[in-house]
């Protein structure tokens, strides 16, 4: 997390250039820093600080101080959008986050709108820089890669077996387990089941009962 938080440096010259001489550089974390992923939330809230602090005690961009913002969207779809009007609206020109695809996404739309520079350390799903425009970049691995490198293994592996492929409803999860059925129908393998769950639901699925 610490690597990923070396991109601050040059953001924040991107930034210096566009703000005021002598005015504090205003930057944003946003991350699930409550519910089930918190503690990935964390990471990139102390990655964070701890990048600011360096650069900052190394005297700052330009003369600039980084000023940062840290943000909970919880890795909810509609928070993350409030977020993300908030830190447009408090003058941010780097964004780093969201975690979760189902909040990159959508937040996504008000960074390229404001033309605020915002890098995911781990929304992977492919729609997030398809769709995303010349701002918006991840710097970890896509749901169709890594889709591809599961489907792989399974073939190789479980070719003769039975394959059910399951997801959470979530934009990570439906959108892993759609590249992995692809890619392994690409490789004439075919899903056996292919469904959806509710996490946390402690009912059994009709489709679990045949």
């Not at 939330?41 to 600080?49: F, T």
């Not at 701890?50 to 509609?78: R, S, T, Y």
């Not at 293994?153 to 692809?182: M, P």
Request: glycine share 10%; net charge positive; charged share 20%.
């Amino acid at each position: 997390m610490q690597k990923f938080f070396a991109t601050l440096y040059a953001l924040a010259i991107i930034g210096a250039f566009s703000s005021a001489a002598k005015a504090d550089i205003s930057i944003a974390a946003v991350a699930p820093l409550t519910g089930q992923y918190a503690s990935f939330g964390k990471q990139i809230k102390d990655g964070a600080q701890m990048a600011v602090k360096d650069i900052n005690a190394a005297g700052g961009i330009l003369g600039q101080k980084i000023k940062l913002l840290i943000e909970d969207d919880a890795c909810d779809p509609k928070q993350a959008v409030a977020i993300a009007n908030k830190v447009a609206g408090a003058g941010v020109v780097f964004v780093a986050g969201h975690f979760c695809s189902g909040s990159s996404i959508p937040a996504s739309k008000v960074y390229e709108e404001e033309g605020i520079v915002q890098i995911s350390p781990a929304s992977t799903n492919p729609k997030f820089t398809d769709e995303g425009g010349p701002n918006i970049f991840r710097v970890c691995g896509r749901d169709d890669q890594q889709g591809a490198t599961a489907a792989a293994y399974i073939v190789k592996n479980f070719k003769d077996n039975k394959i059910a492929v399951l997801h959470d409803k979530t934009a990570y999860g439906k959108g892993l387990a759609d590249q992995t059925r692809l890619a392994m129908q690409k490789l004439g393998k075919k899903a056996d089941m292919y469904e959806a769950i509710t996490a946390g639901e402690k009912t059994i699925p009709p489709w679990s009962q045949k």
